[in-house]
């Protein structure tokens, strides 16, 4: 059976730490594949102000490009609505007859026995997920050991230098009309401009 990686997340926009993980994973864990699954509405961010579905996609495959491993689907975009992350992956894994893990950010992690139907993705689904620089890793460890008893949690912990890289930061500099240099691929930022992406 085929091993596959769903990452959810806004990408508004994909960077390189996004990528950097990605890749990470594939070789770590031998992935067949990751695939990015930007949110359409996500339930954490319900009052943000979002770049459009589209230009999102489009960044996401502007990154990927090259890498036969990474993909894109528009599943929770075109399926517009609040997703919950529990219900999409009981759907993909429908969709795609593979092992279906699921990447997320460090400080979701150690959240995530809060989120919808948490305790669900604990038990059936592993995980994937790095450090990120500025997170408590002392509480995360805890949190983590915790799961791994409660729920015996498939959590996997990837070996990568951290990258000080996030979305947010990259909206400001592009308000700033500061360069993107070493936070996005070269022809993301390159869309972000040519689209006048995080202005205001």
């Not at 990408?11 to 993980?21: G, S, T, V």
């Not at 996500?42 to 230009?55: Q, Y």
């Not at 795609?96 to 139907?117: E, P, T």
């Not at 460890?141 to 990837?158: G, M, T």
Request: charged fraction near 25%.
């Amino acid at each position: 059976m085929s091993k596959i990686a769903i990452f959810g997340g806004t990408f508004d926009p994909i960077h390189l730490a996004h990528i950097r993980l990605a890749e990470t994973a594939v070789d770590e864990l031998y992935l067949d594949k990751v695939i990015f699954m930007p949110n359409a509405v996500s339930p954490f961010k319900l009052d943000a102000k979002i770049s459009s579905g589209a230009d999102r996609c489009n960044m996401i495959e502007l990154a990927i490009q090259g890498n036969p491993q990474l993909e894109l689907t528009r599943y929770e975009i075109e399926k517009q609505g609040i997703s919950y992350t529990y219900e999409t992956l009981i759907e993909l894994s429908r969709i795609y007859s593979s092992r279906l893990y699921f990447i997320l950010g460090y400080d979701s992690v150690v959240a995530i026995d809060k989120w919808h139907r948490g305790a669900n993705i604990l038990r059936e689904f592993p995980l994937i997920t790095a450090l990120r620089p500025g997170t408590e890793n002392e509480i995360g460890k805890n949190k983590i050991r915790e799961y791994r008893e409660l729920y015996s949690a498939e959590i996997h912990i990837l070996h990568m230098p951290p990258i000080d890289c996030s979305s947010s930061a990259i909206r400001e500099a592009c308000r700033a009309g500061n360069p993107l240099t070493g936070l996005v691929d070269e022809k993301v930022e390159e869309y972000i401009i040519a689209n006048e992406l995080y202005k205001d």
